[in-house]
């Protein structure tokens, strides 16, 4: 149990810098100090994230923890990476539709 949770400790600042590289202020969450429903990661606003750095990925019971832990209007996702592999995201595809026609729609402003 704890070399899984040093190993999630781990994937968590692996993913607050990889988000850095991409210029957002991202760090890991509260919940090292016993805060709950915290994200993993923190500094995507609107966005609940739930972090994943495991072999075995069981991707419906983390998206069920993403939900239950995310905050009333943030878009909970699951970010996972395995061993020599890159991150990937996971999230219901109604979130998925809600960012791409927010952000389709922004792009129509812009182009018009």
């Not at 075995?56 to 995310?70: G, S």
């Not at 995201?89 to 402003?109: A, G």
Request: with cysteine.
């Amino acid at each position: 149990m704890t070399n899984s949770r040093s190993k999630g400790a781990r994937g968590e600042r692996e993913l607050a810098l990889k988000l850095r590289e991409f210029g957002y202020d991202s760090r890991r969450g509260q919940q090292f100090c016993g805060a709950n429903g915290d994200a993993d990661v923190i500094g995507l606003p609107g966005i609940h994230i739930e972090c994943k750095r495991t072999e075995a990925f069981r991707l419906y019971d983390a998206l069920a923890q993403a939900k239950a832990d995310a905050k009333a209007g943030s878009i909970p996702v699951v970010v996972h990476r395995k061993n020599n592999s890159p991150w990937v995201v996971v999230m219901t595809l109604d979130d998925f539709m809600r960012i791409y026609e927010q952000d389709n729609q922004k792009l129509s402003e812009v182009t018009e």
